[in-house]
């Protein structure tokens, strides 16, 4: 019988091809976020993640998600989207609303001028992805790429009640 303390005692180690895709992910990860908050903090002076927030905003009903519907979208907890927004709210670009049907909600919504610097800052962004990823892959490797993220992402998102998922904490 394998119980969960004997795979602690002997782990299923990494080959060395795995531990060679393993680090390229890594290292590739990691350059490619700090490339992309590099240009956000140079054309906008707000960091990828600020970003994201931005767009989810802009792409949701009149411009206005549930503090919690964006944690969730952002895949962040409630604490750093809570700093976030009120960093965006300093800036101008968001202001929250308190929920007229749930006095502890609140809303997350997307002012004129959070639509404006997102107008700016969209075509340099999409320039920088474009340029550090999908101008270096084929067709086949870009869809291979996002079949390949959707799997594992849904291997880490349980849907089961009390999962321990970051806009849950």
Not at 126 to 137: C, G, H, M, S
Request: glycine share 6%; with cysteine; aromatic share 6%.
């Amino acid at each position: 019988m394998n119980t969960a303390s004997d795979s602690a005692a002997q782990p299923r180690w990494l080959s060395d091809e795995e531990q060679r895709v393993w680090r390229a992910y890594l290292h590739a990860t990691t350059l490619l976020e700090d490339h992309l908050d590099r240009q956000l903090q140079r054309d906008a002076g707000m960091p990828h993640i600020y970003y994201g927030l931005l767009v989810g905003l802009a792409e949701a009903p009149r411009r206005r998600l549930r503090m919690t519907e964006l944690a969730m979208q952002a895949k962040i907890t409630r604490s750093r989207l809570s700093h976030a927004i009120a960093r965006l709210e300093k800036n101008g670009w968001v202001r929250r609303e308190d929920c007229p049907s749930d006095k502890r909600g609140q809303f997350a919504v997307l002012t004129d001028e959070g639509v404006e610097v997102l107008k700016r800052t969209a075509p340099g962004h999409v320039n920088a992805v474009r340029q550090a990823l999908f101008d270096r892959l084929t067709p086949q490797q870009q869809k291979a790429l996002g079949e390949i993220m959707e799997i594992v992402a849904e291997g880490l998102q349980p849907n089961e009640a009390g999962a321990d998922l970051p806009w849950l904490r």
